[in-house]
């Protein structure tokens, strides 16, 4: 399974961003779908994150701000960002959860400038 994030960019504090993340073979496969960001010097943390049941998790910094979605007909999964803050600059990894495997994308990379 292929993943590729797209976009990221550059935003000023309180804009918004849309991530999405296409996956190479069809959602239905998958247990779990997620976002997960990286910021230099630090632990990759998980930002959302929906089950094969349809609840979706978010990381308390994120909550209210940042919401998950799925189409499964492009299969792509989404990370519509608003009201972003300089420490959500990192770069976003889509994250795929199978019955048997964990696949990940190259990322995409947000820096909001305050």
């Not at 993943?3 to 999405?20: F, H, I, P, T, Y």
């Not at 209210?64 to 990894?93: C, I, W």
Request: proline share 2%; with cysteine; charged share 20%.
């Amino acid at each position: 399974v292929q993943l590729v994030e797209s976009g990221g960019g550059l935003v000023q504090a309180g804009g918004s961003l849309r991530l999405s993340c296409e996956a190479s073979r069809s959602l239905f496969f998958s247990r779990s779908l997620g976002w997960y960001r990286q910021a230099p010097g630090k632990q990759r943390e998980l930002v959302a994150v929906i089950g094969a049941g349809g609840v979706t998790t978010y990381e308390d910094s994120v909550k209210g701000r940042f919401t998950l979605s799925r189409d499964n007909a492009k299969n792509t999964v989404y990370l519509q960002m608003n009201s972003l803050k300089p420490e959500d600059t990192a770069r976003y990894h889509c994250n795929m959860r199978t019955a048997s495997n964990d696949y990940w994308g190259k990322g995409t990379q947000v820096t909001v400038s305050s």
